[in-house]
């Protein structure tokens, strides 16, 4: 047992390493210098290796040290990871302003934070009592990957709030969302390092996107990787902030690192539009690279009222800078079927470096583009890169015509099955509107058997051209035939005993993955993963969805007029209606899990509470979870929204809030009984 005083110099470690290293690492502001650092740090590592008992997961000394992963394990975050639409000029960014401001009422006071887009990878980190428990990936929104360890053994990234007694309390739950990143300096005097080993890197965000996907983490704590958070995606047991720029302000005061010397409050808009239209020229000053500004309605409680369209929030959005442009050659003109029978004409460039990667191709949007820019094969045109965007031809340059270009026009037959192209009046696209079109199945079955959708490992967009080939696919249902064909896929070249069984064991496996997936899988035009969940959540089967209206569709929050035509129209195509049925036979999930009762059914359902005081029997955590899994929500603070107040003993100023606003009180008896009556 270790005695008392080594205990208590311990803790004294930890609190002064803590300390010094946030000054060193976060603010860039040291106290002390390295050696005195070091000293400090050796200490606690032998007091720790004598008194193994004393180690914790959040001790500095534990930043690195764990074993290589065999693989990330999934993590689904407790809210969507929304994206941001994206507006390009001040007149976009003014539309965006009108949209919101006609969903709120007239005379809505508003103000705007507006932060720098930083151009990195998004990571969720989870803080139970003030303890880094957990640190996911993005993932396609919904579920994100376990990279804990790895995220670990980024210096400025706190393993432990609040950084020092003076700060704020740490909430009992507390979720946050970041960027990943590698600031400029560091990627160059790293990317120089390694070229000496011949080793190439291309750009900090393709860097500190491979350091963190690593399973080693030794390797991960080799690149200088940094983190800065942003968002609250969850906040229990405490009153969190009622507006962005408190929440940056809150955040800091715990200890994390946040950019809030690039961070601007405004509560005039002309001003903010001049300030997004000046910062151009800020941009490349910033020690970490950026895509743009974020700009976001600074009160949360607006947040809430706005909601979200797609994947987007209403309340915030990007604002981008005109991108990266280079001039190659046009070398031709290609005409791709995508998995809804559009075609689209796709440039082959002479490779061109842009931006941090070399691009060989690029998109031209539609025939109608290319016939107004006047872009023919041959050309030098320009080519424009916006951060992660597929590259697209801006147009050609006509000075430097040679004679020699030709003309283009969008084939009159499919490429692929050779089937007459159609276009309606009114619509820009040309479709092959042949549904058994091969490109079309092949795209469809790639699309099914994606990362986003089913996720079946070793099945990718070779495997389904080459199982179309040769007549084991014809459309996605057809993947849970495979199994009858084992012999045949044994005869495959490089198709041993092994990889097959291991085909054919994930395809089986694939049939535990559940319904959201499906129905991210189907492709439907706009339904993405985030829409899938949103409309299953609502729904609750596939069955339900294929007979849901478009008014039941369009009357769902986030569920726009275009996702609700698509929706239907997909499921009115009797082809599709049998590849439901089909998927539904041999055993796929179709519905989400049965327990879960319709939402609208259960006894809290809409309803919103908000907790204070102790209760007699139940934590705070247990009774947010109770009034969760009945349907209601838990929010921090009283407002008129707000329908009860389940107070215990000691209730703080909420209580008094809920008198004046008349919300009702109740007891944990009280809400015992709402939730029996059922
Ligand atoms: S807010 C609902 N703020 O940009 C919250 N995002 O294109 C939406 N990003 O995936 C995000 N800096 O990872 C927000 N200051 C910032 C950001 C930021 C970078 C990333 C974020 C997101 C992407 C959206």
Known sequence: MAPPDVVKRVEQLRRLINYHSYRYYVLAQPEISDEE?????RELQRLESQYPELITPDSPTQRVGAPPAEGFAKVRHPAPMLSLGNVTSPEE???????????????????????????????????ENGVFTLGATRGDGIVGEDITNNLRTIRSLPLHIPLTEDGPDAPPRLVVRGEAYMAKAEFERFQTEQAKLGNKFTSPRNTAAGALRNLDPKVTASRPLDVLVYHIVVIEGADGPATQWETLHYLRDLGFPVALAYCRLFDDFDA???????????????????????????????????????????????????AAEAI??????????????????????????????TISSATLHNADYIAEKDIRIGDMVIVRRAGEVIPQVLGPVKELRTGDEKVWRMPERCPSCGEPVVRYPGEV?????????????????????????????????????LFYERGFIKEIADIYTLKERREELLALEGYGEKKVNNLLNAIEASKGQPATRVLTGLGIRFV??????????????????????????????????????????????????????????????????????????????????V????????????????????????????S???????????????????????????????????IQQQ
């Open 37 to 41: 650092y070091d000293m400090l740090f």
């Open 93 to 127: 960014l003014r539309a965006w302003k009108e949209r919101y401001e006609k969903l709120l009422p007239e005379g809505t006071k508003v103000s705007w934070v507006v932060e720098p887009k930083i151009d990195g990878l998004t990571v969720v980190l989870h803080y």
């Open 272 to 322: 903010l539009v001049d300030y997004c239209v000046g910062w151009v020229d800020e941009k490349d000053k910033l020690p970490f690279e950026v895509d743009g500004l974020v700009i976001k309605i600074n009160e949360l409680a607006l947040h809430d009222v706005l909601g979200f369209v797609g994947k987007d929030p209403r309340w915030a959005v990007a604002y981008k800078y005109p």
């Open 328 to 357: 190659t050659r046009l070398l031709d003109i290609v005409v791709e079927v995508g998995r809804t029978g559009v075609l689209t004409p796709r440039a082959v460039l002479e490779p061109v470096y842009l931006a941090g990667a």
């Open 429 to 465: 696209a040309y479709y092959c509107e042949n549904t058994a079109c091969p490109a079309q199945l092949v795209r469809r079955v790639e699309f099914f058997v994606s990362r986003p959708a089913m996720d079946i490992e070793g099945f990718g967009p070779r495997q389904a051209r």
């Open 528 to 609: 993405g993963p985030i829409t899938a969940e949103l409309l299953l959540n609502h729904f609750r089967s596939i069955d339900a969805l294929a007979r849901a209206t478009v008014e039941a569709l369009s009357a769902l929050e986030g569920v726009g007029p275009r996702i609700a035509e698509s929706v239907r129209a997909w499921f009115s195509h009797p082809a599709n209606q049998r590849t439901v049925a089909r998927l539904t036979s041999y055993g796929l999930q179709m519905a989400l899990p049965e327990e879960e009762k319709p939402a609208e059914a259960l006894p809290l359902a809409g309803k919103i509470f």
């Open 611 to 638: 907790l204070t005081g102790t209760l007699p029997t139940w934590t705070r955590q247990e009774a947010t979870e109770i009034i969760k899994r009945y349907g209601g929500k838990v929010t921090s603070s009283v």
């Open 640 to 674: 008129r929204k707000t329908d009860y107040v389940l107070a215990g003993e000691n209730p703080g100023s909420k209580l008094q809030k809920a008198q004046q606003l008349g919300v009702p009180i109740i007891s944990e008896e009280d809400l015992r009984r709402m």
